[in-house]
């Protein structure tokens, strides 16, 4: 099976045997590989249906909700993991979720498109319209992202609230970039987070 970029850096930071809840968990596809590589106990909530049942068909556990909603609904420390990829910028209450991510999992993996990736700056200036790129695929009036965050707006947003970062990946293309020029070339980035 293969992974997104993201997932493929989470899953191989995840401890074997730990207890996993994938929050925006798509078709399980994390889950899967965590369960079948390392023997992870993982759980998802999904808002999708029609993801919640191809999960349901690969034999895992996932249950479907709203991340905005039902995320408070689950105890302290629950979890030695909460994953949040490519969700956070979808959610109403990026705050409030992240919060509940942090509350429930010892640690957090939280992934996110750049929004201030050069390709983006580029289109803006060029044309004056929002962004399509390849990582940012859909048109401003049918995308699912809602917070256009950047690198540099997370790393004030965890800063402000004395989130630890623990370690944090910033992808480019096929490749990687370093934390100096995150901002402006990572398209993608994935940080393991505490508190």
Same mark, same amino acid.
């Given at each position: ?22 929050? *925006? ?11 079948? #590589? ?20 690969? *034999? ?45 999992? #010892? ?19 060029? #044309? ?30 965890? *800063?402000?609230? *004395? ?33």
């Amino acid at each position: 099976m293969t992974l997104r970029p993201d997932l493929r850096i989470i899953a191989g930071h995840v401890a074997p045997g730990s207890r996993v809840l994938d929050v *925006g968990c798509g078709d399980g596809a994390l889950m899967a590989a965590l369960r079948d #590589g390392k023997g992870v106990d993982a759980r998802g909530l999904e808002i999708d249906g029609a993801n919640v049942a191809a999960a349901l068909a690969r *034999g895992l556990s996932v249950v479907q909700g709203d991340a905005d909603r039902d995320l408070a609904e689950y105890p302290d420390a629950s979890f030695d993991y909460a994953v949040l990829s490519q969700t956070l910028q979808t959610t109403r209450a990026p705050d409030r979720v992240l919060g509940h991510l942090l509350r429930i999992g #010892g640690l957090a993996f939280v992934s996110f498109p750049n929004f201030a990736h050069w390709r983006v700056r580029l289109s803006l200036m060029r #044309g004056g319209r929002m962004p399509v790129t390849r990582s940012l695929p859909e048109r401003w009036y049918d995308t699912p992202n809602i917070h256009h965050l950047t690198v540099d707006d997370f790393r004030a947003f965890l *800063g402000e609230r *004395g989130i630890v970062v623990e370690r944090a990946w910033f992808l480019a293309g096929t490749g990687r970039t370093g934390p100096a020029l995150a901002n402006l070339l990572a398209e993608h980035a994935v940080f393991l987070l505490k508190v």
